[in-house]
């Protein structure tokens, strides 16, 4: 089965600085990797996804994240932390567990991002 | 231009009542999604339904009983309700995956609320 593990679950910056969230993943297919970000009281909003075209993925708001098969890892990062940043974020992995119509997504546990002003 | 909706987005109860939680989705999608987020904001998948039919059943209560009446609507029935169905439900869509469907695009979500 495949499943992601987010490293820290609080990771705090200053405004300006570099942003990295931790995220590996476990699977025996090629993955389909998601960042998702959920900001207070609101729903989930796809960040950027892998899906093997490339393994540099650009997303929206400045982020992007790099797929690394040697590492099993997706790290998240965006160079310059805004505060607008601030909001939880979910790494995950798509697995079709031989689904024909459906896939379930498999969310790590979600990283707490702060932005210090 | 809502993507997928759902109502009500607050929804205070007490235990042992049935409540209905209803989702819509416009973007033409054929498979449609329930998760439930937890206090420590883990979430976890519980059904899928493809064109209205049955496709994931993540050992739920079946306390819980989705419906859906067509492909653009999935809405969930909980009868009896318990302390520990307290939590965030969101609904979620895709379209199939021979036509890239690994992507879900998410509602807004409704917060559950069982005193």
């Known amino acids: 089965a495949q499943s992601v593990t987010q490293l820290g679950s609080h990771v705090s910056v200053s405004e300006g600085a570099l942003v990295l969230l931790r995220c590996n993943y476990s699977s025996s297919v090629p993955p389909y990797l998601f960042w998702y970000v959920q900001y207070p009281n609101q729903g989930l909003q796809l960040l950027l996804k892998y899906t093997s075209a490339a393994t540099l993925v650009k997303g929206i708001n400045g982020f992007e994240a790099e797929f690394k098969k040697s590492e099993t890892s997706f790290h998240l990062t965006k160079p310059s932390a805004h505060m607008s940043d601030a909001a939880e974020y979910f790494c995950a992995v798509s697995e079709t567990g031989g689904y024909s119509s459906a896939s379930k997504i498999i969310f790590g546990s979600g990283t707490r991002l702060s932005i210090r002003p | ?115």
């Not at chain 2, 929804?11 to 033409?28: A, F, P, R, Y």
């Not at chain 2, 739920?60 to 302390?83: Q, T």
Request: aromatic residues 10%; proline residues 5%; glycine residues 6%.
């Open chain 2, 1 to 115: 231009d809502t993507a997928v909706s759902q109502t009500p987005k607050y929804l205070v109860t007490q235990m042992g009542n049935d409540k209905s939680i209803k989702c819509e989705q416009n973007l033409g999608h054929d498979t449609m999604y329930w998760y439930k987020q937890d206090s420590k904001k883990f979430l976890k998948i519980m059904f899928s339904y493809n064109n209205k039919e049955l496709i994931i059943n993540e050992t739920v209560p079946n306390r819980f009983s989705p419906k859906s009446p067509d492909k653009a609507h999935l809405n969930l029935h909980i009868n009896s309700l318990e302390l520990g169905d307290s939590a965030v439900y969101f609904c979620a869509s895709s379209p199939n995956l021979d036509r890239g469907g690994n992507e879900q695009f998410f509602g807004p979500g409704t917060r559950l609320t069982v005193l």
